[in-house]
């Protein structure tokens, strides 16, 4: 399936003139990918700069090229000030940084932030690290250092995840909860037809599956996924991001991290618990005097009336948060 995954991106390869370097073996692991594009990284800066690459785009073997129509360079930042030292694009997901696809500039810069990557569990060893080779850079992405040349993007531009990515994920899923205030913009963010690719991460043992049933869909209806990148979702997104959203980059990222304290640490689990024992005692009430249906009906009533206390929750904390009632803990690590 990884080798039909590739051949969806070689018209757009073809198209755009792209050179596609394959990782086929990992000698480190999960940190090879940090290892194999530090190696692409000094090869290029070896070159003239008039010979070299000016960035990489990376994508991991799970995702399938859907719309050959969108340039890669679109995303990239406008060359002059104030993005000129933006050398790392990616997105959060709901778990915070996703390296699965991303853009990196060709500098020296770059080859330090993977160096520290690949060797940060080895001078860091106290750190309890997330998600292998991704927790590093989560990481280093909030110092100082490096946070200044990123910029996190909204993840429709180029890692939308499979709808059903979620399916694999635990029980409380909070992309899709009704409770989380809208205001949050905190949502999963889904493949949709015209998006440049679509990524596949965590699906586990369906994966393969699902990656068929998006060829399959590509084939069947190529008008629908293949669009100028005018008639795209990211197409009017991308001038306003830059000239609005990213100049928020800080406060972005402190609004993302606070929400995410707030549902998974601080407010979330009591939540949980709360709704999960009120189902457990929905359904031992009704047990002997009700029809399956019946409970079922009352466990769906009963949660939909949890959904407005439960984002009044939230919002509260948030509030608390900000006026420093509460401790405002900006980031995970």
Known sequence: MYEQALLTHQEHNKQWGYQHFIQRRGELGPWSKHSYILKL??????KS?????????????????????????????????????????ASNDLLGLNIGVFLIRVCEWSVYFLAAGLSYPYFRPEV??????QGPLNMLVTEKKFKNNTIHVPQSWFNPYQSSV???????????DASIPPEWNWRLTYFEPGDLLVHFPGTKDTREQLMQEYIDR???????????????????????????D?????????????????????VGPGEAMITRNGIKETKSSMEGNSTQKEIDDAIRHYTAARIAPKRE???KVWREMLLGTRPDKTYPF
């Open 246 to 266: 990213a100049k928020r980059e800080s406060k972005r990222q402190l609004d993302y991290w606070r929400a995410y304290h707030i549902m998974y640490h601080d």
């Open 166 to 176: 979620h399916d694999a994920d635990d029980d409380d899923d909070d992309d899709n």
């Open 218 to 244: 590509r084939a069947a209806n190529w008008n629908l996924y293949k669009r100028p990148l005018n008639e795209t979702r990211a197409y009017a997104n991308i001038t306003h991001f830059w000239q609005e």
């Open 313 to 315: 929750s939230y919002r």
């Open 128 to 133: 309890r690290l997330r998600h292998d080779e």
């Open 49 to 89: 700069s008039s010979q070299r690459l000016d960035w990489l785009f990376w994508h991991d073997a799970d995702v399938l090229l859907m719309n050959n129509h969108i340039p890669l360079e679109a995303f990239l930042p406008p060359p002059t000030e104030p993005w000129a030292h933006v050398n790392f694009l």
């Open 41 to 46: 990284l000094v090869d290029e800066l070896e």
